[in-house]
Each structure stands twice: as C-alpha cells, then as structure tokens.
C-alpha cells in the first residue's frame, strides 16, 4: 500500500476516508497513534492517522509524533495536512474560523523534537515551518467553503494537557501570536526534518482564556463544537487534498540537500 498524502487528524477527526484498507505499521520510533488508514480521494491515495488515537487515548504530550510522521513517509507520503483544533487569540477570529498559520512558536517542554538526536549534527531550516503550496490551496478552498478564513497568523504550542492561564494567554496575545493549540510542535518540525509537506488547518473553537471575551475552555466544548463541524472539516480536507499539486515545486523537498544523515529515510 502506497500514499502520496498524509492526514493527521485532530481532537473530534477520528476517521476520514470510507472503504479504505487498514494498515498495522510500526517503526523505529514504536507503532504510530492508531492503524493507518489508506484509501483514495479523488485521484489521490491518502494515508489517515488519527493523531490521539481513534479513542483519543494519547494526550497531546503523549502522542507518538515521531511514529506518526515515520509512518507517514514510509507509506510514500510526501504532503501532510494536519487539522486540529485551537482556541484564539484574537477577539476578531472568533469560533468556527480556520486559520492557516504561517509562523509557530514552540512553548512545549521535554518533547523530543528530532530524529536526529545521535550519528551527528543534523540543522535544517525552519524559519518557514509550512508549505507554501499546501498553505495557497488550503486557504483558497476554506474560503471557497464559506469558512471565515485567517490566511496567516503564528500558532503558539503549549505544552499542555492543562489550558492556559489567563496571564500566559494574554501574553500571547500582546506578542501578536493568533492561535493557540498543543499539537502544532514537534509534529511540524519533525515533517520538515523528513523533508515532508506541512500544512495546518486550524479550526478555532474557542476563544482563549486572555482574549476579552473568553470565559476559559473545557475540553468538552472544545470537542463538541469540533463535532459539530466535522462534516464540514472533512469536506475542506477532501478539497484540499485533491487539489495539492502532483509535483512538488515547494522548498520542502529539498530541506535534506546537501546535509550528511547519520540513517537513511524510508
Ligand atoms: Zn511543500
């Protein structure tokens, strides 16, 4: 089973493709969050993987995102869009907007964040985290559907599983970061460490604790309101996904040029 596109999805986006084959997989890094699901889309063939497990049994902190993008790649994935749900740190965006985010700061502690953490140094770039090919279609589809659409904005990654105080999330916000969420990091760099496509779709469904209008979150409502658009979700990943370029003209392929890797990629 082969696939060129990769989906990791978030709290409430538990399965995304219907008749599809289910691939038990493990990797050097240990068995990813759930079986892979593979099917088509259109023309393409997609790999699915709920990223906290189909039961949500892996909390953000937990989830073996090192496996998950290993998996990914070895399935022949190269492009992997990443929903996932995020509250807001912008009174402006409120529920029910999809930012796609252009900048990420990493606020998580004690994740491994590298595959390449012996054998030698290995630096790659990560001053653009996302694909700019995956970000133009991801935006121009979210706002074909009618989304309240943020093309841009930096999501913040907390390190979880406990939501912000309202003095972390107003510090957030006075940087001018636009989202917060817990997923975000290692799951990104780790894609650009594999020379992989990377493009987030935030779904907010809150508005964070230190934005004026915020009451503070439970993951409840987070997961209900998720619940309520998933139909919809699944609709702009299924455009997205159709509509990725075949040949990848992005950067990302090329992060690995050059550098010496202590193992070679699946
Ligand atoms: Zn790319």
């Known amino acids: 089973m082969r696939a060129d596109i990769g989906v990791i999805g978030g709290s409430g986006f538990y399965s995304l493709l219907d008749d599809a084959e289910e691939i038990t997989?493990?990797?050097?890094?240990?068995?990813?969050?759930?079986?892979?699901?593979?099917?088509?889309?259109?023309?393409r063939s997609v790999a699915f993987i709920p990223r906290h497990g189909r039961d949500h049994r892996f909390p953000p902190h937990r989830i073996p995102y090192r496996a998950?993008?290993?998996?990914?790649?070895?399935?022949?994935?190269?492009?992997?869009?990443?929903p996932s749900a995020v509250g807001s740190?912008?009174?402006?965006?409120?529920?029910?907007?999809?930012?796609?985010?252009d900048q990420i700061v990493d606020r998580t502690s004690?994740?491994?964040?590298?595959?390449?953490?012996?054998?030698?140094?290995?630096?790659?770039s990560f001053a653009d985290p996302y694909c700019p090919s995956g970000r133009a279609v991801a935006v121009s589809y979210a706002r074909a559907g009618e989304w309240n659409t943020v093309d841009g904005g930096t999501l913040v990654v907390i390190e979880g599983?406990?939501?912000?105080?309202?003095?972390?999330?107003?510090?957030?916000?006075a940087n001018g970061w636009t989202i917060v969420g817990?997923?975000?990091?290692?799951?990104?760099?780790?894609a650009r460490e594999l020379a992989l496509c990377y493009t987030s779709l935030s779904l907010v469904t809150d508005l964070d604790a230190g934005v004026e209008a915020g009451e503070g979150v439970t993951h409840d409502e987070v997961l209900a309101?998720?619940?309520r658009n998933v139909a919809r979700m699944r609709t702009l990943v299924a455009d997205t996904v159709k509509a990725l370029p075949e040949e990848r003209t992005c950067p990302c392929g090329s992060t690995l040029d050059g550098i010496k890797l202590p193992f070679d990629l699946p």
Do not use: C
């Open 89 to 101: 740190l912008k009174a402006e965006h409120g529920p029910g907007t999809i930012v796609v985010p």
């Open 161 to 173: 599983p406990r939501f912000s105080s309202r003095a972390e999330s107003r510090w957030f916000a």
């Open 68 to 82: 998950n993008l290993w998996a990914l790649r070895s399935l022949g994935v190269r492009q992997v869009l990443a």
């Open 225 to 227: 309101f998720f619940a």
């Open 182 to 190: 817990m997923t975000g990091f290692p799951e990104s760099i780790l």
């Open 25 to 43: 997989l493990t990797t050097p890094y240990g068995p990813p969050s759930d079986v892979v699901t593979v099917g088509r889309i259109g023309s």
């Open 110 to 124: 004690g994740r491994v964040q590298t595959y390449y953490d012996m054998g030698g140094a290995v630096h790659v």
